[in-house]
């Protein structure tokens, strides 16, 4: 007989598990619905950020974008006032080519350079939804297809004509410089390149200068009017280095187009009017210069 102790009597020994409770009996009828989950709370809604961290946002988007280009083309209308040669006898070129003499390498710096471009207003988008908005909240979308179609086809005969009117009179009088408008290859890709360019300047200069900076002087309580001549004059400077000319037209398009958001509160009928005018004007330039007598050469 030995000292160990018998298993069942060890099992016995320790402690009894507690015991469950019983079941709560079901009511007449059936067994009683699960209870309801407690209404989840209502997100979170972000302050806005203090006037002076949104007035470094507006200078950081402007910095890297169309306010960096304004800078740029001021130096360059000094240089053309200040050099010897006559306005009307210097030339600058707005799609020119990135690898002369390597058509594929150049289309791909082409496109690069596009993609490129457009990197800001991603930046505008990303910004908007931070704060609870969306391209929608500027009427970058396409809810009124139509509309937007037609009125940005008006305004793009409107002020396109008007603006070619007034830099031809303005070249021949010999006070603006000779813009040529593309020296691209002529190779396959010559007119897709070009409505790229003129969809990348008129998204690009639309969604930032109008509907951004806008709506974003609007919330520092800058007065409508006020936000509107400053949009123009920004978007005006980073035109002069095609002419005081070019400054000038720039203003007054964004002063009437600043106006027109202010009355409609979207961009994409302004977007489809510069898309329009940029490519009548780069397409058009391609195939008429050096065969019509009015325009000027390259």
């Not at 471009?117 to 505008?124: I, Y």
């Not at 969306?134 to 009427?139: L, R």
């Not at 603006?163 to 020296?183: C, K």
């Not at 974003?216 to 409508?224: S, W």
């Amino acid at each position: 007989m030995t000292d160990e102790t018998p298993v069942s009597s060890a099992v016995s020994a320790g402690p009894e598990p507690p015991a469950r409770p019983a079941p709560a009996p079901s009511p007449p009828g059936g067994p009683a619905p699960p209870a309801a989950a407690a209404p989840s709370p209502p997100p979170a809604v972000l302050s806005p950020p203090p006037a002076w961290l949104q007035r470094w946002e507006i200078a950081a988007v402007l910095l890297v974008s169309l306010g960096a280009s304004a800078l740029y083309a001021l130096l360059s209308f000094i240089g053309s006032v200040t050099a010897k040669q006559a306005l009307s006898k210097q030339t600058t070129t707005l799609n020119g080519s990135l690898a002369p003499g390597r058509p594929l390498l150049d289309l791909f710096m082409q496109l690069l350079n596009i993609a490129l471009s457009l990197a800001p207003v991603f930046l505008v988008f990303y910004l908007l939804a931070r704060s609870g908005e969306g391209p929608s909240s500027i009427g970058a979308d396409a809810r009124e297809p139509g509309r937007d179609l037609a009125r940005g086809a008006v305004l793009a005969a409107v002020i396109g004509g008007t603006g070619l009117g007034l830099y031809l009179i303005a070249y021949h009088a010999g006070v603006e410089l000779n813009v040529v408008a593309e020296s691209l290859p002529d190779i396959w890709w010559r007119i897709p390149v070009l409505l790229l360019s003129a969809a990348q300047n008129a998204i690009s200069e639309e969604v930032i200068m109008i509907g951004y900076l806008l709506t974003r002087l609007d919330k520092l309580g800058m007065r409508p009017s006020r936000a509107i001549v400053l949009s123009a004059v920004i978007r005006g400077s980073y035109h002069l280095y095609q002419g005081a000319g070019a400054f000038l037209g720039n203003a007054v398009m964004g002063l009437i187009f600043g106006f027109l958001f202010r009355r409609w509160g979207r961009v994409m009928p302004l977007i489809i009017a510069h898309f329009l005018i940029d490519a009548v004007t780069f397409v058009g330039y391609a195939l008429l210069a050096g065969h019509v007598s009015w325009l000027p050469r390259p």
